[in-house]
């Protein structure tokens, strides 16, 4: 019984470790908070910060393949783990314009007969 206790407890851990992991963003994230993905290391962290610096931010996760050292097999390891932007929603769009021409400026009378 006991032994079954510790392997529940060791499972709800993990699961608890896997459930509450938050996403990097990729465009803010530190060397350090790179380093603890899969496959990248202090030097390819560094890479990907020095990039950032020198061209501006990730437009997407994908871009992350511009980075020397960074390849499709990085990329798919860490794609879950990964955002651009803060946000994993995409953005609220933007409510068109009404034109101009269709809003009467005074409602117009019925004509009298």
């Known amino acids: 019984m006991r032994l079954i206790n510790v392997i ?8 608890s470790a896997v459930t509450f ?3 990097i963003d990729i465009n803010t994230a530190t060397a350090a ?4 993905l ?22 997407s996760v994908e871009d992350l393949s511009k980075v ?5 097999k990085t990329l798919t390891a860490n794609k ?3 955002m651009v932007g803060g946000a994993a929603m995409p953005a609220t769009p933007k409510m ?3 034109p101009k021409a269709a809003v009467p400026a005074v409602p117009v009378e019925p004509a009298k007969q």
């Open 21 to 23: 992991a938050q996403a």
């Open 80 to 82: 879950d783990m990964l």
């Open 96 to 98: 068109p314009e009404v």
């Open 8 to 15: 529940f407890g060791l499972l709800l851990a993990f699961c």
């Open 38 to 59: 899969k496959g990248i290391g202090p030097k390819k962290a560094a890479e990907i910060v020095k990039y950032r610096e020198a061209n501006g931010p990730f437009k």
């Open 33 to 36: 908070q790179l380093e603890g």
């Open 68 to 72: 020397q050292g960074v390849g499709a």
